[in-house]
């Protein structure tokens, strides 16, 4: 008798109708009546729409050319590419698609799946692969792997060139492909498999690096791909004469429009020396980072409040080293001030201390050198006075604040109290953020997160048991309120800075015509904050160093070509921003020379 299939409703369809004109198969006399039509479900109904609106235009062949091209499921694998076959589907004459299995082809019995063409649904298929799969493990006697194994091919070359890719992007060592739990693997999946050994993989990476760098210095004139290992100290001349090597390997050396490095002196004098070494454009086309003039500002803005060590502990202390030695206590104290309260997770090797991840200390330096520059500068120009009483609040604010996170961080035990308190004050249990110097901003998310916590917090510290200790409890590092008033006012300015970096850190975004217009909002807004004499002395006095930082830097965009250049170019600010900002008319005349030049 003619097999039959399921259909999506679960009935028998006989293959009479499948096959469409096969008469061998019929019986005589007329063919069967169709079975009465029935109505579609409603969710039927919705796919017959969807079908006759995307493909209701074509012909059977290329609604069905169209349908496989949208079929990702690796179910479809299993198959062959299906048949048009008529049938009746619900008492109605139907387009439907035929699936026959690879697996059965060669049997003396056909299996097929039809369904029909406004159907996308893939159950049924995985349904039969399922049984396949059983029915072949039952006579092999091993699972079944037809999925993997319709779509796979072994070819010793590809699989020498992917175990190589695999060891050089993943950091693996070479003689990995020794492991003779990874050997298993691979045979299970391909029994002559033949895998290189160490020495062959070695020697292949290097061959295919090879080979890609001289194929990608060809297409990617524009990149500068060379890792190069620095083996003296790093000058600016030095680095200068590394780059220029490796622009001049890849002949790209006059083809180089702007460097963008970070505001590093090295950097300065790299800029230079390249172009004596026949390199890249000089500074006016140098690009400074962004993100770390950001950074920059943020640290002279947090200068109010953080302490100075004492240089020389043997002079007279003023009343200012004087808070600035209590600062220094409050910081020295470590967690083994807190035993009893950091116990609980002193083995957890998840609980690396961020703060000692290791920063560049050349670039340190010149941070620091910066920021004492302009906290002069802005001393010797500022005729308003802070008092005592001022400063210390303004100092011991984010003191405190730094402290306590961290030894909540750190503490299980702190951190479950101090969920319980956030439930008593109907807040939201959360972390407390700790202050990292090598995570830009971090201060920013802080204080924020701090003054969410602010009630919790404050109950959290009243508690008796971190009362115990005295000047070494807890409860030392519980900030006052006029504290959390410098907080709270502090708060708004650097939620600004935290923006600008996450704005200009999106990747695959050109986002060079966005600085000076960022700064633009970061002047304004830290003018108002200087203007607002409602505002503590501190943040006001924070806002002054800020942008004297802020100007410095606006300044030295004037040096380089390309942040007008960029401007120009971007249909949203054309030579129409600067009109807005009322630019000099020979200014903007002198960015459009400059356009027009490069």
């Given at each position: 008798?003619a097999?039959?299939?399921?259909?999506?409703?679960?009935?028998?369809?006989?293959?009479?109708h499948?096959?469409?004109?096969d008469?061998s198969?019929?019986s005589?006399?007329?063919?069967?009546a169709?079975?009465p039509?029935?109505?579609?479900?409603k969710?039927?109904?919705?796919?017959?729409?969807r079908?006759?609106?995307w493909?209701?235009?074509?012909?059977?062949?290329?609604a069905?050319?169209?349908?496989?091209?949208?079929?990702t499921?690796?179910?479809?694998?299993h198959?062959?590419e299906?048949?048009?076959v008529h049938?009746?589907?619900k008492g109605?004459e139907?387009v439907?698609?035929k699936?026959?299995c690879?697996v059965?082809?060669?049997?003396s019995?056909i299996?097929?799946v039809?369904?029909?063409c406004?159907?996308?649904?893939?159950?049924n298929?995985?349904?039969h692969?399922r049984?396949?799969?059983?029915k072949?493990?039952?006579?092999?006697?091993?699972?079944n792997?037809?999925?993997?194994?319709?779509?796979?091919?072994?070819?010793?070359?590809?699989?020498?060139?992917?175990?190589?890719l695999?060891i050089?992007?993943?950091?693996?060592?070479?003689?990995i492909?020794?492991?003779p739990?990874?050997l298993h693997?691979f045979?299970m999946?391909?029994a002559?498999?033949?895998?290189?050994?160490?020495?062959?993989?070695?020697r292949?990476?290097?061959?295919?690096?090879a080979?890609?760098?001289?194929?990608?210095?060809?297409l990617l004139?524009?990149?500068i791909?060379?890792?190069?290992?620095l083996?003296?100290?790093h000058?600016?001349?030095?680095l200068?004469k590394?780059?220029a090597?490796?622009?001049?390997?890849?002949g790209?050396?006059?083809k180089?429009?702007?460097?963008?490095?970070?505001?590093?002196?090295?950097?300065?004098?790299?800029i230079?020396?390249?172009?004596?070494?026949?390199?890249?454009?000089?500074?006016?086309?140098?690009?400074?980072?962004?993100?770390h003039?950001i950074?920059?500002?943020?640290?002279?803005?947090?200068t109010?409040f953080?302490?100075?060590?004492?240089?020389d502990?043997?002079?007279?202390m003023?009343?200012?080293?004087a808070?600035?030695?209590?600062?220094?206590?409050l910081?020295d104290e470590?967690?083994a001030a807190?035993?009893?309260?950091?116990?609980?997770?002193?083995d957890?090797?998840?609980?690396?201390?961020e703060?000692?991840?290791?920063t560049e200390e050349?670039r340190?330096?010149?941070d620091?050198?910066?920021v004492?520059?302009v906290?002069?500068?802005?001393?010797?120009e500022?005729?308003?006075?802070?008092?005592?009483?001022?400063s210390r609040?303004a100092?011991?604010?984010?003191?405190?604040?730094?402290q306590?996170?961290?030894?909540?961080f750190?503490?299980?035990a702190?951190?479950?109290?101090l969920?319980i308190?956030?439930e008593?004050?109907?807040?939201q249990?959360?972390q407390?953020i700790?202050?990292?110097?090598?995570?830009?901003?971090?201060?920013?998310?802080?204080i924020?997160?701090?003054l969410?916590?602010?009630?919790?917090?404050n109950?959290?510290?009243s508690?008796?048991?971190?009362?115990?200790?005295g000047?070494?409890?807890?409860?030392?590092?519980?900030?006052?309120d006029?504290?959390?008033?410098?907080?709270e006012?502090?708060?708004?300015?650097l939620?600004?800075f935290?923006?600008?970096?996450?704005?200009?850190?999106?990747s695959?975004?050109p986002?060079l015509?966005?600085?000076?217009p960022i700064?633009?909002?970061l002047?304004e807004r830290l003018?108002a904050?200087?203007?607002n004499?409602?505002?503590?002395?501190s943040?006001?006095?924070a806002?002054?160093?800020g942008l004297?930082v802020?100007?410095?830097?606006?300044s030295?965009?004037d040096?380089?070509?390309?942040y007008?250049?960029?401007?120009?170019?971007?249909?949203?600010?054309?030579t129409?921003y600067?009109?807005?900002?009322?630019?000099e008319?020979a200014?903007?005349d002198?960015?459009?020379?400059?356009l027009?030049?490069?």
């Open positions: 008798s097999a039959s299939a399921s259909s999506p409703d679960g009935s028998i369809v006989p293959s009479a499948q096959s469409g004109n008469s198969d019929l005589d006399g007329p063919p069967p169709p079975p039509a029935s109505q579609p479900t969710e039927e109904a919705i796919h017959i729409q079908f006759r609106k493909y209701g235009a074509m012909t059977e062949e290329q069905l050319d169209a349908q496989m091209k949208k079929w499921s690796a179910a479809y694998k198959f062959h299906p048949e048009i049938t009746f589907h109605e139907v439907q698609y699936f026959m690879k059965d082809d060669s049997s019995t299996q097929s039809m369904r029909v406004w159907d996308d649904s893939t159950s298929l995985r349904r692969i049984i396949c799969d059983e072949c493990g039952a006579k092999t006697g091993q699972s792997i037809t999925d993997f194994a319709q779509g796979s091919t072994y070819s010793k070359a590809e699989f020498r060139f992917v175990i190589s695999w050089a992007r993943r950091h693996r060592p070479h003689v492909v020794q492991d739990e990874l693997l045979r999946l391909y002559k498999v033949e895998v290189p050994s160490p020495s062959t993989v070695s292949d990476v290097r061959e295919i690096f080979i890609s760098r001289i194929h990608i210095a060809t004139k524009s990149y791909l060379d890792f190069v290992k083996t003296s100290s000058t600016g001349s030095y200068a590394r780059l090597e490796c622009l001049r390997e890849y790209i050396e006059k180089i429009l702007g460097i963008t490095a970070d505001n590093a002196s090295n950097n300065d004098t790299l230079s020396e390249l172009e004596s070494l026949g390199g890249a454009n000089s500074s006016h086309t140098r690009v400074r980072c962004f993100a003039i950074n920059l500002v943020v640290k002279a803005l947090l109010p953080t302490s100075k060590r004492r240089t502990p043997t002079s007279f003023t009343d200012s080293e808070i600035d030695a209590e600062l220094a206590e910081e470590d967690a807190d035993q009893d309260l950091l116990a609980a997770d002193q957890d090797p998840n609980n690396e201390d703060d000692e991840f290791e050349g340190e330096e010149d620091t050198r910066i004492n520059q906290v002069a500068a802005v001393a010797a500022d005729v308003e006075d802070i008092d005592l009483d001022a609040v100092r011991f604010a984010i003191t405190k604040l730094s306590l996170a961290k030894r909540v750190h503490s299980p702190i951190c479950a109290d969920k308190q956030c008593s004050c109907k807040i249990p959360k407390m700790r202050s990292v110097a090598t995570r830009w901003n971090s201060t920013s998310e802080s924020t997160r701090a969410e916590l602010q009630l919790a917090l109950k959290l510290l508690l008796s048991k971190y009362e115990r200790g000047n070494k409890s807890l409860k030392r590092f519980k900030n006052t006029a504290e959390w008033t410098v907080l006012e502090l708060k708004p300015l939620k600004y935290l923006l600008a970096t996450k704005r200009i850190s999106e695959d975004t986002l015509h966005n600085v000076i700064i633009d909002v002047t003018q904050t200087i203007n004499i409602t505002l503590t002395p943040v006001r006095l806002a002054k160093r004297k802020l100007n410095k830097y606006y030295v965009t040096e380089s070509v390309m007008r250049i960029a401007m120009l170019l971007h249909p949203c600010y054309k129409e600067f009109k807005r900002q009322l630019w008319t200014w903007i002198t960015a459009l020379d400059i027009r030049e490069q």
